[in-house]
């Protein structure tokens, strides 16, 4: 019998691991506990966390972030195992065939390798996707479609870009910048109104309205608003760690005076290393 190779030896030993944490005998309660529904959140986690390492270009911080995000995939095949549903086994077994079948090119015509572009890589892939799901390349191509994939599978931030994207293509699109920024205005308005007069749901409604708008600004103008709040966040961690080094005792005991004295000098010098 030919020995694993070490990534499958350690794979294996992930499993063991896992196995043993879920074990009614002597396993871990938390994980014990879990359920594929209460891990769902820490999949999106783990996944911000690999992209984030992956920007940072630390290959340590990378393969222990992928490392995260593998155990919960583990995890899930494992409870999903336990109610006999499926396991590792079919999860890695069936992404394998996908990848074959969607790759004809590579695993059944070798020869068509040499000559085949990139564009006709992406035809064949949709047809393909189409035929799996019982349905023709044009039923699958209707924008509703696409645009529906975006929102079940995205973050709600970057599921309005690529919307946003696919329906201006398609010719939903305002004519210049400035009818961008009237419906701005108008939404900002309804928004407004929306708090002093309406009730919660009507409220949620306007602030997605307001914000799908401004997604639609940015698009205008080329710039990643996913991008652009996360370097906010981390800038607005960042003052508030400086607050903390200039303050002399817990920042809840400072006047809204005195907080706006330590935000300033914490702006001014997180401005001064950066220069």
């Known amino acids: 019998m030919t020995p694993p190779t070490p990534a499958l030896a350690a794979l294996e030993e992930l499993i063991e691991v896992v196995a043993q944490l879920r074990s009614p005998d002597g396993g871990c309660p938390w994980d014990l506990a879990q359920t594929p529904q209460t891990l769902t959140p820490y999949v999106i986690e783990e996944a911000y966390e ?41 999860v890695a077994h069936g992404i394998s065939q996908k990848l074959i079948r969607r790759h004809p090119h590579v695993f059944v015509n070798v020869e068509a390798h040499k000559s085949i572009s990139v564009e006709e890589v992406r035809q064949n892939w949709e047809q393909i996707k189409a035929a799996e799901k019982g349905e023709t390349v044009e039923q699958s191509q209707l924008l509703s479609r696409k645009l529906n994939r975006y929102t079940r599978t995205l973050p709600p931030l970057m599921a309005g870009m690529k919307i946003s994207q696919k329906a201006a293509a398609a010719g939903f699109e305002w004519e210049n910048i400035e009818g961008v920024w009237d419906k701005f205005t108008e939404e900002l308005t309804e928004f407004q109104q929306a ?68 935000w300033q000098r914490a702006k001014a010098q997180l401005a001064q290393e950066h220069h």
Do not use: C, H
Not at 231 to 260: C, H, P, W
């Open 50 to 90: 690999v992209v984030d390492a992956i920007g940072s270009g630390d290959k340590e911080a990378i393969a222990e972030e992928l490392g995260d995000l593998l155990l919960q995939v583990v995890l899930q095949a494992q409870i999903a195992n336990e109610n006999n549903q499926f396991s590792l086994k079919e």
């Open 195 to 262: 708090l002093a007069q309406e009730d919660r749901a009507n409220q949620q409604a306007e602030l997605g309205d307001l914000l799908f708008t401004l997604i639609n600004i940015a698009r205008w103008y080329k710039l990643d608003p996913s991008e652009a709040l996360r370097g906010t966040n981390q800038r607005f961690i960042q003052r508030l760690e400086k607050m903390e080094v200039f303050a002399q005792r817990s920042l809840s005991d400072y006047t809204l005076d005195e907080l706006e004295t330590l």
